[in-house]
């Protein structure tokens, strides 16, 4: 299994409601065209929430501005997704999302990595307790 997560932030110049207000809309409907095209098993889609403890925390450790949304993706075969990311269809497809992000996301301050599978953790495994997180 693979994952795929990006960490996004919107442009400056984008305010804030127009940003939430495409990511709910028109770039979930493109996140998912494209997972259903590359044969994702799963996807997810979130905002970073807009409260204070986010800003007390950034203030209180010196961290960068929190991103703005992620997104993580998973598939089965990564060998799979290296073929399918040089068909011709999904070559389209991603120049017209990237064309189409352009207007709300800064993808020089944006970050796109894999990792390997996420392990699973229960609040046992963390403070003793039994329980999900």
Not at 37 to 57: G, H, K, P, V
Not at 87 to 105: K, T, Y
């Amino acid at each position: 299994m693979i994952r795929l997560m990006i960490l996004v932030r919107k442009r400056e110049d984008v305010e804030e409601e127009k940003f939430r207000n495409f990511w709910k809309g028109r770039h979930a409907d493109m996140v998912r065209q494209l997972c259903e095209a590359l044969d994702a098993f799963q996807f997810s889609q979130a905002l970073t929430l807009n409260i204070e403890r986010n800003r007390t925390m950034h203030s209180r450790y010196g961290t960068e501005h929190p991103f703005d949304g992620s997104v993580e993706v998973y598939w089965d075969n990564a060998g799979h997704l290296e073929t399918a990311l040089g068909e011709p269809e999904i070559v389209g497809l991603f120049g017209r999302f990237m064309v189409e992000q352009r207007e709300f996301i800064d993808h020089a301050r944006t970050c796109m990595y894999f990792t390997e599978p996420p392990f699973e953790l229960s609040t046992e495994n963390i403070l003793g307790r039994k329980g999900d997180l």
